[in-house]
């Protein structure tokens, strides 16, 4: 893996010329592109197809959170999308997570496709301590995250969404050929923005991470392809 196959670029905007005009300028120097809910809002499904267009692979960032029925149908209509990867949250059990995995299967393989990575989002990062009491759960933020990560992988999912905080244990309890998938990061030179728990790129990378996330540091950038390169050169370890 070079650091080319580990960047993911949050396209984090509301209109599909702006998201376009983003992939047009990064697609050389990047692979992988995150469409989360607000561009996917804005503009429909069709998005995905578009930025596919670019020849950059796709991160579906929508966080599928309902009854195991629904999820599992919606996740085979996000296969038909091929995205490269796309995410539900692991609170919704095991019952969704499992029958989710295999009906993404089930349609890849009826449309002749990739199967598309299943990642879970365990508790989302910006919860603390405090917002995770509050809502009922009976953990501290670490063993909670672990637990779900855990039951993310019996499900058959192919790995979760993590804070740079939580790369390092996920990696040694839940074993290498887990996928982990990290926002928050930020490299030396840039603002930290409104993220709290960040790590640089190295960091993250060296805590075991697949895959990092990174947004605003580059697309906020006066040249975001220039700002890719070098997160991607400080990626080397
Ligand atoms: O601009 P920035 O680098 O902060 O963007 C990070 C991206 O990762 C955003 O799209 C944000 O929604 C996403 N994300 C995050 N923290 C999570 C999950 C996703 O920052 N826990």
């Keep these: 893996m070079t650091p080319l196959d580990k960047l993911i670029v949050a396209l984090d905007m509301n209109t599909e010329e702006k998201a376009v005009a983003m992939a047009e ?34 991160f579906l960032d929508l966080k599928f959170h309902d009854i195991p029925n629904t ?17 539900v949250h692991a609170l919704g059990g095991y019952e969704m997570m499992k029958r ?36 009922g759960l009976g953990l501290g933020s670490k063993d909670a995250v672990l637990k779900l990560a855990a039951l993310a992988k019996k499900a058959g999912l192919d790995g979760v969404v993590a804070s740079p905080s939580e790369t390092k244990v996920i990696r040694k309890e839940l074993g290498e050929d887990f996928l982990i998938v990290t926002p928050g990061v930020r490299p030396e030179w840039a603002t930290a923005n409104d993220q709290k728990r960040i790590a640089t790129p190295k960091i993250a990378i060296k805590d075991g991470a697949n895959y990092i996330v990174v947004g605003r540091p580059i697309t906020e950038s006066k040249d975001p392809a220039e700002a890719a390169r070098r997160i991607q050169k400080e990626m080397e370890i």
């Design 25 to 58: 300028r990064l697609k050389n120097d990047v692979k992988f592109l995150k469409i989360g809910l607000e561009l996917f809002s804005s503009c429909g499904p069709g998005i995905v197809e578009r930025i596919r267009e670019t020849g950059c692979d796709v």
């Design 71 to 87: 999820v599992a149908k919606a996740a085979a209509s996000v296969a038909s999308l091929e995205p490269f990867m796309f995410n």
């Design 100 to 135: 989710t995995a295999d009906a993404v299967t089930a349609e890849a393989s009826r449309l002749g496709i990739a199967n598309p990575k299943v990642l879970a989002v365990t508790i989302l990062t910006s919860m603390d301590e405090k917002a995770i009491k509050e809502v």
